[in-house]
């Protein structure tokens, strides 16, 4: 299955944006999908997964009660909606699939493995 994030740019703090996650190749319906950000010099990170029917959400502390991680399977599309933006969250976001139905919850990355391009974010102060 094939990845492409999209709907970055460039927003004020404070701000909202909503970057979307399409699956092309094969339905990607049954997998838990992660969104992961790398800011320069900054190690990978997951931000937030959800299960394949969206009954579980994993989010990183950074962005609780900010970020929300949705999905339309009918789209076979996941999203992230980003609220109260601030410069720190500032880097690259991409989407991963786990090629199961859950994330392992004791850590969300575990098994992650199919992933594409991503689409830059960028907070400005």
């Known amino acids: 299955v094939q990845l492409q994030a999209s709907g970055g740019g460039l927003v004020q703090a404070g701000g909202s944006l909503r970057v979307s996650c399409a699956a092309s190749g094969r339905r990607f319906d049954s997998y838990a999908v992660g969104w992961f950000r790398q800011a320069p010099g900054k190690d990978r990170e997951i931000v937030a997964a959800?299960?394949?029917?969206?009954?579980?959400?994993y989010y990183v502390d950074s962005v609780k009660g900010r970020f929300a991680i949705s999905r339309d399977n009918a789209k076979n599309t996941v999203y992230l909606q980003m609220n109260s933006l601030k410069p720190e969250d500032t880097a690259t976001y991409y989407c991963?699939?786990?090629?199961?139905?859950?994330?392992?919850?004791?850590?969300?990355?575990?098994?992650?493995?199919?992933w594409g391009k991503g689409t830059l974010v960028t907070v400005s102060s």
């Open positions: 959800i299960t394949w029917s969206g009954d579980s959400r």
């Open positions: 991963e699939a786990r090629e199961h139905p859950y994330y392992n919850t004791a850590n969300p990355s575990y098994g992650m493995k199919y």
